[in-house]
């Protein structure tokens, strides 16, 4: 007999993080290889690209089971942002510019 997850518990919460941490993550693989793709003329880091945000907007899902949408959505676009900006400017040498 299977069990459901009681998401009003202390894990189940933890796993709605869980998967907004990983939304997170896999966004902003999906981004990186969007720039590694130039322009999608290379195979690989194009199918990535959308192999990632798929998998990115899975675990989105799943964490909205419990994360507010406003909640969820402001914290997946801030830490993308920023953690993409770092690589941009750590990585791919882009300029920090204000």
């Known amino acids: 007999m299977s069990q459901r997850l009681n998401l009003e518990s202390p894990m189940g919460i933890a796993l709605c993080w869980t998967f907004m941490t990983?939304?997170?993550?896999?966004?902003?693989?999906?981004?990186?290889?969007?720039?590694l793709s130039d322009g999608f003329t290379r195979l690989l880091p194009s199918c990535l690209t959308f192999f990632f945000y798929a998998l990115s907007l899975v675990c989105l899902n799943f964490?909205?089971?419990k994360i507010d949408v406003g909640v969820a959505y402001a914290t997946w676009s801030?830490?993308?942002?920023?953690?993409?900006?770092?690589i941009g400017i750590l990585w791919f040498g882009s300029p920090l510019l204000f």
């Open 63 to 65: 964490a909205l089971k």
């Open 78 to 86: 801030a830490l993308g942002t920023a953690l993409i900006a770092s």
């Open 22 to 35: 990983l939304a997170i993550l896999f966004e902003v693989s999906g981004t990186t290889c969007l720039k």
